[in-house]
């Protein structure tokens, strides 16, 4: 199966059907906005949206859609075979949802002592040697002593006390699940995600969800490992890698993963591709499997709308006068342009005096940084001729 490929300017996705709102902040190519069940080739002039359109369908996506960008100098530019290089990223892009019956202790956090003992192997300093944690759920409590290899698996994850987290019985594995929302009202702003005490009591079954790409199984199955199943080989992806990855390992992998999608115990989940500046040509047979969608140069209005919402995401006060002579920059020279021109205008007016870009600071901008086209023309002149020896 093959998720969404873009190249160069090419976007697609496997049944999926895919409209970007108003609330993303694109701005025009509303014929580009739709795309479903094809693999969608964007082609357009520089500063036309096609990564900006890419970016747009991601978030659109949300986090648990694979989206993997690439471009095609690192295709090109790898000593890995550019098949390979592909065929990596395109399982990249393919996720899996695996779902298994877990036994766990699930609960809040009361108590997380670590005890300490002489070292065995003789000198100076302690070791750990049990670890305490007590757990709450909502129908009972529970204190274990754990194995000291646990703490180390609790320190990565940050936990303290107040906690809700789960550890696995048959692999230790623990998992922060999140903050007990006993304390939401602990400050008045937070970051933390709150989450509810678990019901239940503390030790039980649990359903636990993950969400992996085949080229993940793929890197965990290509190193040393105890257990066959997807969560054993999940649980490899820190350990160094030891072998490279074949075309008969993934073979394997597909084997596994097509059991357990067939059990139930694992979801396909189709992605996206964007392999951006593609400008070497497709192959004809390629092309009569994409939905080529043309991008266009933006219009006067379009690039205005833009420029007051740059300006706004990056906290710049602007005229009138100059959004209208930034926008001319972007009708004659380039969308690109004319955007980088907001920040050093920005500082040009503070040093200036002035609160607000006005038109003096774009053009004094204009004078200090030159576009593509204007460098070439220096470079080509008498007066350039000192720059390249």
């Known amino acids: 199966m093959f998720p969404l490929i873009q190249l160069h300017l090419a976007v697609s996705h496997t049944s999926v059907n895919i409209e970007i709102s108003k609330a993303a902040g694109f701005v025009g190519q509303s014929s580009a906005r739709e795309m479903a069940g094809r693999g969608v080739l964007l082609a357009g002039g520089p500063g036309t949206g096609k990564t900006a359109l890419a970016l747009a369908i991601s978030?659109?996506?949300?986090?648990?859609?694979?989206?993997?960008?690439?471009?095609?100098?690192?295709?090109?530019?790898?000593?890995?075979?550019?098949?390979?290089?592909?065929?990596?990223n395109f399982r990249r892009a393919i996720g899996l949802k695996v779902r298994e019956t877990k036994d766990v202790y699930e609960g809040e956090v009361t108590e997380l002592t670590p005890e300490e003992a002489e070292n065995p192997l003789g000198g100076y300093g302690k070791?750990?040697?049990?670890?305490?944690?007590?757990?709450?759920s909502a129908r009972g409590q529970k204190k274990l002593r754990l194995d000291p290899s646990i703490y180390e698996a609790i320190q990565k994850e940050r936990v303290q006390v107040g906690d809700v987290i789960y550890i696995e019985t048959n692999t230790g594995a623990c998992k922060r699940v999140g903050r007990s929302d006993a304390y939401a009202t602990e400050f008045d702003l937070e970051a933390e995600e709150y989450v509810p005490i678990p019901k239940?009591?503390?030790?039980?079954?649990?359903?636990?969800?993950?969400?992996?790409?085949?080229?993940d199984l793929d890197v965990a199955n290509a190193r040393p490992q105890g257990g066959q199943d997807i969560m054993s080989m999940m649980g490899q992806l820190m350990k160094p890698k030891m072998t490279e990855i074949t075309d008969k390992l993934r073979g394997e992998i597909n084997k596994v993963v097509s059991k357990y999608i067939n059990q139930g115990v694992a979801e396909l989940v189709p992605g996206v591709l964007f392999i951006d500046e593609r400008r070497t040509a497709c192959p004809p047979?390629?092309?009569?499997?994409?939905?080529?969608?043309?991008?266009?140069?933006?219009?006067?209005?379009?690039?205005?709308?833009i420029v007051r919402i740059r300006a706004?995401?990056?906290?710049?006060?602007?005229?009138?006068?100059?959004?209208?002579?930034?926008?001319?920059?972007?009708?004659?020279?380039?969308?690109?342009?004319?955007?980088?021109?907001?920040?050093?205008?920005?500082?040009?007016?503070?040093?200036?005096?002035?609160?607000?870009?006005?038109?003096?600071?774009?053009?004094?901008?204009e004078d200090l940084f030159l576009d593509a086209r204007r460098s070439a023309n220096v470079l080509a002149s008498e007066s350039g001729a000192g720059f390249i020896s």
């Open 59 to 88: 978030q659109e996506l949300g986090t648990k859609i694979p989206f993997c960008p690439i471009t095609g100098s690192e295709v090109y530019s790898t000593e890995v075979k550019k098949t390979e290089m592909l065929m990596e």
């Open 285 to 305: 047979d390629f092309l009569t499997r994409l939905l080529i969608i043309p991008t266009h140069p933006y219009e006067p209005e379009e690039i205005k709308r």
């Open 127 to 136: 070791t750990i040697s049990t670890l305490l944690v007590g757990l709450k």
């Open 200 to 215: 239940g009591e503390v030790h039980k079954k649990k359903e636990i969800v993950q969400d992996v790409s085949l080229h």
């Open 312 to 365: 706004t995401t990056e906290g710049v006060q602007i005229t009138d006068a100059a959004i209208d002579k930034i926008a001319e920059h972007g009708v004659r020279i380039s969308l690109r342009y004319c955007l980088q021109l907001l920040t050093p205008a920005s500082i040009l007016a503070r040093v200036n005096g002035r609160a607000q870009i006005d038109v003096p600071d774009v053009a004094e901008c």
